[in-house]
């Protein structure tokens, strides 16, 4: 009759039809998943507040932040990828940290005296199939001081 040739051709094309159908479910099963991912920040001190020798103000703060990203974990997402770590697992998901802003906020000229700001947290969510899914939280009402310090 047949081969063992075709006998192992019909048996792996069945495999990889069977496995792509399960990707395709997993990934299909994100589109259900609502997610409710909460964060607050805290400026607990700014640290300078200053217009640097070419007359742009530049700024440094000292921050709480708080998360709880576990809603964005599904039993399809493999991690959530937030500034410049990784959260690989659902038990990692809630943090709160103390930190000083990495990169300090500058403006191309002195407009920020006294002006209100956005923070945004921004992450990406790496399914382990599938597309992947970008989102973020803007954090309103903050405001600079009305004086360089």
């Given at each position: 009759m047949h081969s063992f040739g075709h006998r192992a051709n019909a048996v792996a094309t069945f495999a990889v039809t069977i496995l792509a159908a399960m990707c395709f479910a997993a990934s299909f099963s994100d589109n259900f998943n609502t997610p409710t991912p909460?964060?607050?920040v805290k400026i607990l001190n700014i640290n300078w507040f200053q217009k640097?020798?070419?007359?742009?103000?530049?700024?440094?703060?000292?921050?709480?932040?708080?998360?709880?990203?576990?809603?964005?974990?599904?039993?399809?997402?493999?991690?959530?990828?937030?500034?410049?770590?990784?959260?690989?697992?659902?038990?990692?998901?809630?943090?709160?940290?103390?930190?000083?802003?990495?990169?300090?906020?500058?403006?191309?000229?002195?407009?920020?005296?006294?002006?209100?700001?956005?923070?945004?947290?921004?992450?990406?969510?790496?399914?382990k199939t599938g597309k992947m899914f970008?989102?973020?939280?803007?954090?309103?009402?903050y405001r600079l001081p009305e004086q360089y310090r």
């Open positions: 909460t964060a607050s640097e020798a070419n007359g742009n103000d530049e700024v440094s703060m000292t921050l709480n932040i708080s998360a709880d990203l576990s809603s964005l974990f599904t039993w399809n997402t493999k991690q959530v990828s937030l500034w410049d770590g990784i959260i690989p697992a659902k038990e990692h998901a809630k943090f709160l940290i103390h930190t000083t802003n990495k990169y300090r906020f500058i403006d191309q000229g002195s407009n920020l005296k006294g002006k209100e700001f956005n923070l945004t947290m921004h992450w990406h969510i790496m399914p970008a989102d973020k939280i803007v954090m309103t009402g």
